[in-house]
């Protein structure tokens, strides 16, 4: 599966972004898909992740009541809804898949990057002051 992210941009703090992460070559409609973010000098850290069918979310609690993530499978395409932007959202954004979790996969599981085995390009999120 090829996926492409989109939507980032330069913003305010305290504005919103709605990020997209598109889908060819197959369906993902029974992935597990996430979303991460990484900055310059750190480490890729987990952000969001939602199940194949939309039913269970899970949040890092850095973003958690701020974003929300969603998905539309008949559009093969999962979505991360932004809200109160913050300086520290700075970061490439990058979607994953992962095509081999269980329905109820949990938050220990879903933030795991080395479960997502397809991974898009990213797309960069820069909120000012």
């Known amino acids: 599966v090829q996926l492409q992210a989109s939507g980032g941009g330069l913003v305010q703090a305290g504005d919103s972004l709605r990020l997209s992460c598109a889908a060819s070559g197959r369906t993902i409609s029974r992935d597990l898909m996430g979303w991460f973010r990484q900055t310059p000098g750190k480490e890729r850290e987990f952000v969001a992740a939602i199940s194949r069918t939309g039913g269970s979310t899970y949040y890092s609690d850095s973003v958690k009541g701020r974003f929300t993530i969603s998905r539309d499978n008949a559009k093969n395409t999962v979505f991360l809804q932004m809200n109160s932007l913050k300086v520290e959202d700075t970061a490439v954004y990058y979607c994953?898949?992962?095509?081999?979790?269980?329905?109820?996969?949990?938050?220990?599981?879903?933030?795991?990057?080395?479960?997502?085995?397809?991974w898009g390009q990213g797309t960069l999120v820069t909120v000012s002051s």
């Open positions: 994953a898949a992962d095509r081999n979790a269980i329905l109820y996969s949990g938050l220990a599981y879903s933030s795991r990057q080395e479960n997502y085995e397809s």
